[in-house]
């Protein structure tokens, strides 16, 4: 860290810096194998944030890797794409039932941005409506956090709803008027620091007809989601078809590529827009989205990290009560958030993952998690040996643990957002 407080800011930025994390985090790691990483101190952890989602399937994934090493000995960002692309967006187009075309890009926040560029363009209007609170990506129009360097200019066009709220979706299309171009949503509420939530059918059915009484298109962002809830866009199970869908972290299992899918309306507005960069097109990670689509079709990758999820969740459930604590598991058992009840400053849950990291186990106390289809069913056993220890350690000085004083302004500032 002090190598690198000296040339790079604050030592680290963004969400894998872990200034909100508790004291004794590492913020630099070694090596990942499987559901494990290392950090540079050569400290082992079993892994629960998977690189914050692209980590689906296991660090090193073989047949992945092999497909991206093959690709690699023959060449990555080039003049031009290689076949790898076309094959890329042929499986993902074949994956998603909804998606007619797809787009390459590099990071989730890319895939978003042209969800918007290209709403605007089929619908030649201007306004943008996004959930209030939450994250579609680090550019100006998405930030909804205080963040200095932006003007209220770049979200001019966004108007913000309530998720899953019908009435305050019905007021923000009725603000919109005739300049509607797209609703943004997430497949499910999954904020820092707050409880995860599924969202409700109708909330869903509002907002796809509200897009097509106005012309508008429905946006799924799934960047977060994708293919960890459905092998499939994530809505399509509540009878929900959008007209576009944003893509990135796991879609190649690590390899750095996001996408835009859209249906067939879509695909001249999409083709208009400027979209590009300087190693979008590379093509080391279309040969591992390629295998990872095929992973995603063939293997019971799904089925083994709902179950794994459930295992960890039923574990530490039992585990809180009896060291006399009240868990609130919230979200899709293979995203779990983990929050204490009767916690409003999060002193126990702060306390807890650092006893766990304590005993080698990677957790998160204000994001969502994730579980990858590496981790075994000894893996989750073991977790469990060591979060009780954790749960007996926090009992044992649970009257001395102090709030976090570093994260209150962040969480009062969410707090008054949800209001
Ligand atoms: C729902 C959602 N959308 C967009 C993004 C932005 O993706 P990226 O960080 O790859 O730009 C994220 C990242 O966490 C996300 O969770």
């Keep these: 860290m002090e190598r690198a407080r000296a040339v790079i800011p604050n030592g680290m930025y963004g969400h894998e810096s872990v200034a909100l994390l508790p004291e004794g985090y590492p913020q630099f790691f070694s090596r990942a194998e499987g559901a494990r990483l290392w950090d540079v101190d050569g400290n082992e952890y079993l892994d629960y944030m998977c690189a914050f989602g692209p980590n689906l399937f296991g660090y090193g994934h073989a047949e992945i890797d092999t ?27 074949a994956q998603v039932s909804h998606a007619d075309w ?30 209030r609170g939450t994250y579609h990506g680090a550019s100006g129009w998405a930030i909804q956090r205080a963040s200095r360097g932006l003007m209220p200019e770049d979200k001019a066009h966004v108007i913000h709803f309530r998720y899953n709220d019908v009435e305050s979706l019905a007021d923000a299309v009725k603000m919109a008027g005739d300049d509607l171009a797209g609703i943004m949503i997430t497949p499910f509420r999954h904020e820092v ?18 897009c097509d009484r106005a012309g508008a298109l429905l946006i799924v962002d799934d960047v977060r989601a994708g293919f960890r809830l459905d092998r499939d866009c994530s809505i399509e199970a509540y009878g929900v078809s959008p007209d576009l869908s944003c893509w990135g972290k796991a879609i190649a299992n690590g390899q750095p590529v996001s996408a835009l899918l859209g249906v067939e309306k879509a695909r001249q507005a999409a083709g208009s827009i400027v979209a590009t960069g300087s190693f979008w097109f590379s093509a080391v990670p279309m040969a591992a989205g390629v ?17 794994r999820g459930t295992a960890l969740r039923e574990g530490l459930q039992q585990q809180a009560a009896a060291h006399g604590f009240t868990l609130r598991q919230t979200g899709p058992a293979q995203m779990p958030q ?4 009767e916690d ?5 849950g702060y306390a807890w993952v650092t006893e ?8 998160s106390p204000y994001h969502n998690m994730f579980i990858c289809s590496a981790l075994t069913e000894a893996d989750v056993r073991l977790t469990l040996e060591r ?19 570093k994260i209150q302004p962040l969480v009062e500032a969410i707090r008054a957002a949800n209001r």
Excluded: W
């Design 338 to 341: 983990i929050l204490f009840e």
């Design 387 to 405: 979060t009780d220890d954790a749960f007996a350690a926090l009992k044992a000085r649970r009257s001395s643990v102090q709030p976090v004083e």
């Design 344 to 348: 409003p400053d999060f002193r126990f």
């Design 102 to 131: 797809a787009m390459f890009c590099k990071n989730g926040t890319d895939a978003t941005s042209m969800a918007v560029a290209t709403a605007r363009a089929h619908t030649g209007r201007g306004k943008i409506l996004v959930g």
């Design 356 to 363: 766990a990291l304590d005993r080698g186990v990677y957790l």
């Design 193 to 210: 620091f707050q409880d995860q939530f599924l969202p409700d059918p109708a909330f869903l059915q509002f907002a796809r007809e509200s």
């Design 67 to 93: 497909a991206a090493a093959a690709q690699r000995a023959r060449g990555d960002t080039m003049t031009g794409p290689g076949e790898a692309m076309v094959a890329f967006a042929e499986a993902m187009v």
């Design 291 to 307: 295998a990872t689509m095929r992973a995603i079709r063939e293997t019971d990758y799904l089925e083994r990290t709902i179950a």
